[in-house]
């Protein structure tokens, strides 16, 4: 099969075996595929991943030793449980595998595999250029998990993908959201969607609540300017590149940092089926799977919007 493969560097594979179905497992055909900030830095070698590409996706259930699944349009967390059992929450189960990202191949290929206490069916009104965002919004709602309550005002840096996500979710949530960044034409895009705030005018305020979603790692300086004393900082960027910081601001105002990742899907879907929050404006093309590499290139690009791949 062909499929999009991470070994050494990255390459377009016509001739890949095709997975077969493992116990408790689907074998998916997937649909449509995202490339995000995190399949770019796999590719600079963040976490040391080879194999298959890809988590963000939406398909449909080929095989299942769960037949009621076959034939259903999914969507599917990324967080495996070790294969010898079950596990209710499994993101930060030590022995997990993570669809895409650490020992499992991921869904930039005709099939996959995926446990099937992963899936979630996608409702059949929600298209599937809205569907394919499920993984990325979920993340963005992640970040009130461990919050005992959202403040009133938050921050979100960043323009990019991630960044709008976050404030969208944020702003669902009940949130007054301010979202900063550096290009006029995205925050153009988010007009009428979110507050925007351009990164050249100063800001006049702090925030209790300041979600660093640049994709810099010299983003959590400046974040840390930016919340007031006793704030949270809600770390969501991953770089390959180490950071370089003084920290002593994080102590001298008391500033918690929480690092944020995985989310559950369920308040995506939800979000998205009921019309609260619609992502589909950030897709910029949609290239076949035999264009992968050119594909990467485009979402590697300064200022690039979601750049997705058309498995089948």
């Known amino acids: 099969m062909k499929a999009v493969v991470l070994e050494k560097e990255l390459q377009m594979q016509t001739t890949r075996p095709e997975p077969t179905l493992e116990p408790r497992s689907a ?23 080879q194999g298959v590409l890809g988590h963000e996706f939406v398909g449909v259930v080929e095989e299942c030793d769960s037949p009621e699944w076959v034939g259903r349009r999914v969507v599917g967390e990324i967080n495996c449980s070790p294969r010898d059992r079950v596990v209710e929450d499994p993101r930060h189960q030590p022995e997990r595998t993570v ?4 020992g499992r191949d991921g869904v930039m290929a005709e099939r996959f595999l995926l446990p099937v206490e992963n899936l979630l069916e996608v409702p059949p009104h929600l298209d599937d250029e809205k569907a394919v965002f ?21 921050l979100v840096m960043g323009d ?19 979202l900063l960044g550096k290009h006029p034409a995205k925050l153009e895009l988010l007009k009428g969607k979110v507050k925007t705030h351009l990164l050249s005018t100063p800001l006049q305020t ?23 004393p006793r704030g949270t900082v809600v770390l969501k960027t991953t770089v390959a590149s180490p950071y370089q910081i003084n920290l002593a601001p994080a102590v001298i105002n008391e500033i918690r940092i929480l690092g944020s990742r995985c989310g559950r899907f369920a308040p995506a879907l939800e979000a998205m089926a009921c019309g609260r929050v619609d992502p589909s404006f950030l897709i910029e093309k949609v290239y076949p799977l035999e264009e992968a590499l050119a594909a990467f290139e485009h979402a590697a690009r300064p200022g690039a919007r979601k750049v997705l791949l058309r498995i089948s």
């Open 27 to 49: 074998l998916v055909r997937p649909t449509l595929v995202g490339i995000c900030k995190t399949d770019l830095e796999l590719v600079k070698g963040y976490m040391g991943f």
């Open 99 to 102: 669809l895409g990202i650490v």
């Open 134 to 154: 499920t993984e990325p919004l979920a993340a963005a709602f992640q970040i009130a998990e461990p919050l005992p309550e959202l403040p009133p005002t938050a």
């Open 160 to 178: 990019g993908k991630l960044g709008a996500l976050c404030a969208l979710a944020l702003q669902d949530l009940g949130c007054q959201v301010t």
């Open 206 to 228: 702090s925030f209790p609540l300041v979600v660093e979603a640049t994709g810099s790692n010299s983003g959590l300086e400046q974040a840390l300017s930016l919340v007031q």
